[in-house]
């Protein structure tokens, strides 16, 4: 999962839901310097390439990746609430092996590209200040 930060003249370009542990309300509505939360995972570690200097500047962005510990201790809530964000009909695909694919692979990518990433290791809590 991917969350990035910025200011509302950027809407437009990607939308999203929160995880569980945020709270939209620490957040400022208006219409100038409004704060978006976009989650996805469908977001390419590249993304920086499609702003400018000016934008990025704005855009606060952090990867969510769960620690191999993270995934084997919780795997069971973890795909309790899959659904939250993503209302999936079939996700038997989704398994131990295929979360900690992902995670780690994310968590490469990240370090490629310079991407800020939260890592999730003993809770899912995650405090983000935009």
């Known amino acids: 999962m991917m969350i990035i930060g910025a200011s509302s003249r950027l809407t437009g370009n990607r939308t999203g ?14 219409e100038n310097g409004q704060n978006l939360v976009i989650e996805g995972a469908y977001i390419p570690f590249n993304w920086k390439e499609d702003f400018d200097k000016e934008y990025l500047k704005e855009i606060k962005y952090y990867c969510l990746v769960m620690s191999e510990t993270y995934i084997n ?7 309790k609430y899959a659904n939250i964000v993503e209302k999936r009909p079939d ?4 398994t131990k ?3 900690l694919e992902e995670n780690t692979h994310n968590f490469e990518m990240c370090k490629r590209y310079g991407c800020n990433y939260i890592l999730i290791d003993k809770a899912y809590c995650i405090d983000i200040e935009l």
């Open 17 to 30: 839901q929160e995880n569980d542990c945020f709270d939209s309300r620490r957040f400022p509505h208006g």
């Open 73 to 79: 201790n919780h795997f069971n809530q973890i795909k």
């Open 91 to 94: 996700d038997s695909w989704c």
């Open 97 to 99: 092996e295929s979360v």
